[in-house]
């Protein structure tokens, strides 16, 4: 498998992976990729399907124009995104990769394509450079969940190439994982491993799986201490901060058994209303499903006594990305594809397998705690409310985190040996979503996207 730990886990903003940081890293790539730009005078995004129905709740206008301003989702600082935006607005244009000037207005340059899909995935774009001697370069792209992206026939012909550089333990599936493990008699984050040093030192993959360990803890520490309402018209309080605040204040005669785990579903709810306000997150696999992975690890990083808490930390990211890796190759990740059951339901499956990991589980019980994870989340849709990743979004995120725990508990006490294995999972998953019905994929024209009265802010 030709995929990285740091290709799945990306720093970001949010609201969305698919919605905002894929239409992001596109818009700039189809600049840098054109070779025109000396001889541009405008530029056109045309945008379809779940991107159209749902990107202005999930921001996709910003980040095409972040793009096309030459913005990377891992540098951006998210307390600059309105000031860049407003001057653009203000001025009437817009410098391409931030060098040249052309006339831009959003109204006019950015076209919605609502009733509309191209062909490779419901997540389409295409961009239009408009030259000074009246030709045009038009590519289109994909936004193919997680923040990946693909140019149209690319996935196809990268099907058809020979695979990447060879690692030591290839895996396109669980079945040749375990079979690499019992032969070598190593688990699953020491392959992982291995895998991963083909492309650089322990010395580079220890300091990128730090990083991201302290990107997530320090979202999770943002959340907590932010009140206020979310942005975008719904008008939703963040309730993370003042649930924490309570949670601090209970004397512990007072605490109710549950309270411990109402932490962990606190710590995934204050990773997604940072999400949903645009804040820095880590895509893990997806910005939908970003709180899930953090709260777990926080959980074990300060509930479980861990030994040796950063070797744990990060053979819990190896693993997680193992199981995020199966799921985007022979399913999907993305909401638009599969619904929620590809974003909440693989990180709750990834988060269960690192926590196995990570408390020194066997091979086959990691197997065991990810199939469970995404088992109890198959044919979930995606069906934000206003086109927004905050209701139901946030609270799946909680509770995700704990149905990730509880995943992990009862595969460490059983012997791993269990009767649905995670690759028919994942295949029951694609085929599900295969079958569901368009407007519970990140539509926002079925489900609670339209049983819910949304003008009775008030309420949220």
Not at 12 to 18: A, E, M, N, R, V
Not at 116 to 132: A, D, K, W
Not at 220 to 242: H, W
Not at 379 to 402: F, H, K, S, W, Y
Request: hydrophobic share 45%; with cysteine.
């Amino acid at each position: 498998m030709d995929m990285s730990v740091f290709d799945l886990f990306k720093i970001g903003i949010g609201p969305s992976s698919s919605h905002t940081v894929g239409p992001m890293v596109a818009a700039r790539r189809f600049l840098l990729e054109s070779g025109m730009l000396d001889e541009a005078v405008g530029v056109e995004a045309h945008l379809y399907g779940s991107l159209a129905l749902t990107g202005v709740g999930h921001a996709t206008d910003k980040a095409v124009i972040l793009g096309l301003m030459g913005e990377t989702p891992q540098e951006l600082d998210p307390a600059s995104v309105d000031d860049k935006l407003d001057t653009a607005a203000l001025d009437g244009q817009i410098a391409l990769l931030g060098i040249k000037t052309v006339p831009f207005d959003a109204k006019v340059n950015l076209v919605w394509h609502r009733a509309s899909t191209l062909p490779e995935h419901p997540n389409g774009m295409r961009f239009v450079l408009q030259l000074r001697d009246g030709s045009i370069i038009e590519r289109i792209y994909y936004s193919v969940g997680g923040g990946f992206i693909t140019a149209a026939g690319e996935a196809q012909a990268r099907a058809a190439e020979p695979v990447g550089t060879p690692v030591p333990y290839p895996f396109d599936t669980m079945v040749q994982l375990l079979e690499h493990g019992r032969r070598h008699g190593l688990t699953i984050p020491h392959m992982l491993r291995a895998n991963e040093r083909v492309r650089m030192s322990d010395a580079d993959l220890d300091a990128g799986l730090d990083r991201l360990w302290r990107v997530m803890r320090d979202c999770i520490c943002q959340g907590l201490k932010t009140e206020g309402r979310l942005p975008g018209g719904l008008n939703v309080r963040r309730r993370a901060a003042a649930l924490w605040k309570q949670a601090q204040e209970t004397q512990p005669q007072n605490a109710l058994p549950h309270d411990a785990v109402q932490q962990v579903s606190l710590y995934a709810m204050a990773v997604n209303e940072e999400n949903a306000a645009g804040g820095r997150v880590v895509t893990a696999p997806t910005n939908g499903a970003a709180g899930i992975i953090p709260a777990v690890l926080r959980y074990y990083a300060e509930d479980c006594r861990p030994i040796d808490p950063q070797r744990g930390v990060r053979d819990f990211l190896l693993t997680s990305a193992a199981i995020g890796m199966l799921c985007k190759k022979n399913a999907s990740i993305s909401g638009a594809e599969v619904g929620c059951q590809g974003e909440v339901g693989v990180a709750c499956a990834m988060a269960a397998a690192g926590l196995v990991a990570a408390l020194g589980g066997t091979n086959e019980q990691i197997e065991n705690a990810a199939e469970i994870g995404i088992e109890h989340h198959l044919g979930m849709t995606c069906d934000p409310i206003g086109g927004l990743v905050q209701i139901p979004c946030i609270e799946r995120n909680g509770m995700g985190a704990i149905k990730a725990i509880t995943a992990a508990s009862l595969a460490l006490k059983g012997d791993g040996v269990h009767f649905v294995s995670l690759d028919s999972v994942i295949e029951t998953m694609r085929q599900t979503g295969a079958d569901m019905q368009v407007k519970y994929k990140e539509t926002s024209l079925g489900g609670l996207a339209i049983h819910v009265v949304t003008v009775n802010h008030a309420a949220c």
